[in-house]
């Protein structure tokens, strides 16, 4: 069985995200099945790279990939790299990775959110198969890109094992760990933290600040706005975030919209009770026992949802504990890789 495999993505395959964090764990759990994987940058300013990027991507990819060449894209770059995909399709094995669609980033206008929803439609009918990270991913994409069930492999995000936050703070530690872009929902949860003020709290965002730097300004502003800057800590990026959430007592993410939500998950499996929104595939990843999810965008009702775990001890616990036994039974990174390696395996 040949197992030579061409990976594809765009820009720097360190940068501190879930979906680069889920492909790097992917890259070397297929290397340790034996796979020989060959790693190709596709440059920066994905997915809103000029006609120029897209043409030095393609060129620069298709020269790496010989006949027949068995080619993995992160969605990333994939959904826009239609033309591409269009003229290689026949040449080579093109699989796709699909984190999320691209259409459904928030903050797009609708004629941006168009333009993604028939480029990526029309790549992904070029390709021999589809790997997303959730089931939901998996009906968004069989729903409204008419790619086939049975060209789908659902590979959900492994954990890895980490010690269950201990709890107890005083005050309590509220964690958010996500990127500071407008899709992660920081902005509602700081209206939420406003609201609960008069309560004892202190809140640690974990996160980029370079890749929106728009957002993160303004998300520090909105912070010395509400006189909350004492109580409200924005760390950055950390390598390091399961260390992050073992210091926690909650974790609170307003994301607008999770292809998975690989730091839900990682939130699970060290016994943390939590507050999001019902966006995506949260509610597949966060049972009703460990947490409260409220609509998005309802900086209300996330208030709400906080002010009842940190006024409400023995709900806190009881879904901290409801938590790490849902935990418990999320996948392995060796799990994931056996789906995604049987799948490539077949790919025709």
């Known amino acids: 069985m040949n197992r030579d495999l061409v990976f594809a993505y765009p820009g720097d395959i360190e940068t501190r995200t879930g979906g680069y964090g889920y492909d790097r764990r992917v890259i070397a759990s297929l290397a340790e099945r034996g796979w020989n ?11 809103n790279s000029d006609n120029a990027e897209l043409d030095d991507a393609g060129r620069l990819l298709s020269d790496k990939c010989r006949d027949g060449s068995l080619v993995l894209v992160d ?8 033309q591409w995909a269009e003229r290689e399709a026949n040449r080579l094995k093109i699989v796709a990775l699909v984190h999320h669609p691209l259409a459904l980033e928030t903050g797009l206008s609708e004629v941006k959110q168009q333009e993604y929803l028939s480029r990526e439609r029309t790549a992904l009918a070029h390709s021999r198969g589809v790997i997303v990270t959730s089931h939901a991913t998996a009906a ?3 729903t409204n890109y008419q790619v086939p069930f049975e060209r789908i492999a659902v590979a959900t995000p492994g954990v890895d094992p980490a010690p269950l936050a201990v709890g107890g703070g005083n005050p309590p530690l509220i964690l958010s760990i996500g990127t500071l872009t407008h899709r992660k929902g920081h902005d509602v949860l700081i209206c939420a933290l406003e609201e609960i003020r008069g309560l004892p709290w202190i809140c ?17 502003q909105q912070v010395a706005q509400s006189g909350l800057g004492d109580r409200v800590d924005f760390a950055g990026q950390l390598d390091d975030v399961r260390a ?4 926690a007592d909650i974790f609170a993410l307003a994301s607008r919209y999770e292809g998975y939500g690989m730091v839900f998950a990682e939130a699970l499996a060290q016994g943390l009770p939590i507050v999001g929104c019902a966006a995506g ?6 049972p009703e026992s460990a947490g409260f999810l409220v609509p998005p965008d309802d900086p209300d009702a996330f208030a709400a949802a906080l002010r009842r775990l ?3 001890p023995d709900t806190r616990i009881a879904m901290a504990d409801a938590a790490a036994i849902a935990g418990a039974g999320l996948p392995s990174w060796k799990d994931t890789a056996t789906v995604i390696s049987d799948f490539l395996e077949a790919v025709p």
Do not use: C, H, W, Y
């Not at 994987?37 to 997915?47: A, N, Q, T, Y």
């Not at 969605?75 to 239609?82: H, K, Q, S, W, Y």
């Not at 992050?244 to 210091?247: G, I």
């Not at 595939?281 to 966060?286: E, H, L, Q, R, T």
């Open 204 to 220: 640690r965002i974990v996160g980029s600040k370079t890749l929106d730097p728009a957002i993160a300004a303004a998300l520090e």
């Open 140 to 142: 968004e994409l069989a």
């Open 37 to 47: 994987i060959e790693l190709v940058s596709l440059g920066e300013g994905f997915p």
């Open 281 to 286: 595939a949260v509610p597949d990843v966060v």
């Open 244 to 247: 992050e959430l073992a210091k």
């Open 75 to 82: 969605g990333l770059a994939f959904g826009v790299m239609n």
């Open 310 to 312: 940190l006024q409400e």
